[in-house]
């Protein structure tokens, strides 16, 4: 099914908003205008209604019959020479003033037999008032006598006429439809670039979005628009950038993996084949040089599967509370081999730091790869020292050398799986490139944070924090 595009839905969708509104405030407008412009005309016809009368009584009074009444009619409008003439006691004058409210409007006087005896518009002298009444206002015209006649006064409102009301009505109402058609108008040209300034930052991150399902991780898009869509495209860059990265780490891991598993299962692959043609005798160096390479892959294979339940946040810790003390016995064959090598070891413990809370097997496998990995590059007669100190409501770990240094390149990534500084270094005096990785999972399971600090020449300082229950603290020392 064919779906219509974002920029016609908003420009619809704003076309509509804006005819409706306007529709609604029109026709609202509208008959409000008519029905406030209707009771004024009502009053004003109830008031000269009243003249009206008074002057036509007036009139019969003076002459004692409506006999001539057509003198008072408003001429002009039909004739445009003048005024009705008057005669005696100011009909002139005062039937002027009513002339002066009554145009557009048709007047008939009947007399008792409903004969016309005055029209406005002189078109139906002495005939016999039938149908014409329709539309027009009807007034009984009484004396001391009783009833004389009657005065029928058209409304200026009634379809077909033209008044000035009725023009100014159809002003009114052709002002509004065009206030619609214009407003129409505008709507569909500020909803086209409205609906484009929306739609065109997302129909780019549509073919971004498209490219990057297809498996092209190095798409970008230049981010446009208002401030979220803004946002947005700064976001699908940083997602299409970690994505990217995700895959190399991923297709470096996989190449990682069957480097560091492809050495041990040659050697032993070579040795058994030795073995079983009759080229190698076994004995007991064959054999535990067998075993060492049993030994390596098994540990690689449980470093990579604890590695990736820390990383998957999936890795139980047996949290315990223990003394400083205890941590540092846990580390003694470390001690015992930097005393081998030569190495000077030191260890300085915050005498405010009583207890620690933590997994102690994660935690003294974080402090064994760190001052493994220490001893792999400090040379004879160098030093390396452990520091625990408190930091708030978190114990900081310092592990520092007298090391190389570690070069600002390779600061950034010794924390990445079978990383190493130095390439040209073996399995054996290398390691296998994951035990800082370990590490840092190990510590980020706790809560805390590790980072490095180094720089060429000049030693390397790797620290850590885990956090602690202070309320636990309190407890413990009471």
Not at 115 to 122: F, G, K, L, Q
């Amino acid at each position: 099914m064919l779906r219509s595009s974002l920029t016609s839905r908003i420009t619809t969708i704003i076309i509509l908003v804006a005819v409706i509104a306007t529709s609604v405030s029109g026709i609202m407008t509208l008959y409000i205008s008519r029905k406030q412009f209707t009771s004024y005309i009502n009053s004003s016809n109830q008031a000269l209604i009243g003249q009206y009368q008074d002057l036509i009584n007036a009139y019969y009074d003076e002459n004692g019959s409506l006999q001539g009444v057509q003198e008072l009619m408003p001429k002009t409008l039909k004739t445009g020479t003048g005024m009705g003439k008057g005669k005696g006691m100011g009909f002139g004058n005062r039937s002027n003033n009513l002339h002066m409210g009554m145009q557009g409007r048709r007047i008939l006087v009947t007399d008792q037999s409903a004969a016309i005896i005055a029209d406005s518009y002189d078109l139906d002298l002495g005939k016999q008032l039938r149908d014409q009444a329709n539309g027009f206002v009807k007034v009984p015209l009484n004396h001391d006598e009783g009833q004389i006649g009657n005065l029928f006064i058209a409304s200026p409102l009634q379809s077909g006429v033209a008044s000035l009301e009725n023009a100014f009505l159809s002003s009114i109402t052709q002002q509004i439809y065009w206030s619609i058609l214009v407003v129409s108008l505008l709507a569909f040209i500020l909803g086209w670039l409205l609906a484009r300034r929306i739609s065109l930052p997302l129909a780019e991150l549509s073919v971004g979005i498209h490219d990057l399902a297809r498996g092209n991780l190095g798409v970008k898009v230049k981010p446009r628009g208002d401030k979220e869509l803004y946002s947005l495209g700064i976001d699908f860059n940083l997602m299409a950038d970690k994505l990217n990265k995700n895959e190399e780490n991923r297709k470096n891991l996989m190449a990682s993996i069957a480097h560091e598993l492809r050495t041990p299962l040659s050697i032993l692959r070579g040795q058994l084949e030795a073995i079983q043609n009759g080229k190698l005798q076994p004995g007991e160096d064959i054999s535990s040089s067998l075993v060492d390479e049993v030994i390596r892959l098994s540990r690689l294979v449980k470093d990579l599967e604890n590695l990736g339940l820390a990383e998957a946040g999936a890795l139980e810790l047996n949290w315990e509370i223990f003394s400083p003390a205890e941590m540092i016995d846990r580390i003694m064959p470390l001690r015992m081999a930097m005393e081998s090598d030569e190495i000077n070891f030191q260890v300085e413990i915050d005498p405010e730091i009583d207890y620690i809370k933590a997994d102690s097997q994660r935690l003294t496998q974080v402090l064994i790869n760190l001052l493994s990995n220490a001893m792999r590059h400090v040379a004879q007669g160098g030093e390396i020292k452990l520091e625990l100190g408190e930091r708030g409501r978190e114990i900081i770990f310092t592990v520092k050398d007298t090391g190389s240094g570690i070069a600002a390149e390779d600061r950034e990534r010794v924390f990445e799986r079978f990383y190493r500084v130095d390439e040209s270094r073996n399995r054996q005096a290398g390691g296998t490139g994951l035990g800082l990785a370990i590490a840092r999972s190990y510590v980020e399971a706790h809560g805390g944070k590790i980072w490095v600090e180094s720089e060429p020449g000049q030693g390397t300082e790797f620290l850590f924090t885990i956090p602690q229950d202070l309320a636990l603290k309190e407890t413990v020392l009471m």
